[in-house]
């Protein structure tokens, strides 16, 4: 496995992972978070162009998974509910993640490279997505409380991982 900045000859490879696991986030018991089409065609292409989604892919450059990693500030994390961020420094960001079949260890891996490659890392997730709240957990983010989609105000599950190095990561 490599992850690496994903080019436009990704999107469809990026539009399989996300479309098979908007499947499985409602198999899933977590029917709302993404809906019938989130992330847009629309959105996957302008992440593309302005270089913020990275691509899990294999030997032969098949995409496994994908997730946007960019900078903060996130506007949606400015105000946090029932909790608090642990530090006001500057951050940087996991959304839109996604990986094309579960237990193969493709989440692990992109979460672990973002890991080495930002600083003070933020994420969130639907209350229902138990599988993301798990790996966020056994890579060592922290719950730090509620955050409101500024796109239709639902809540999402905010997490930290301000030190990397204190994470559990399992043996491979």
Known sequence: MHI???TTSDLDGARAV????????REAGNPNQWGNSFPSRGLVEQDIATGVPRVCVDENGNVLGCFAFLP????DYAHIYEGAWPNDEPYDLVHRFAVLRQ??????AMLDWALEHGRNLRADTHRDNRPMQGLLASRGFSYCGVIRLG???DERLAYACCDPKAREVPER
């Open 72 to 75: 903060g500030p996130e506007p």
């Open 151 to 153: 796109r239709n105000g």
């Open 18 to 25: 996300y479309e098979r696991a908007r499947a499985f986030m």
């Open 4 to 6: 690496r900045p994903a």
């Open 103 to 108: 237990g193969r260890g493709v989440g692990g």
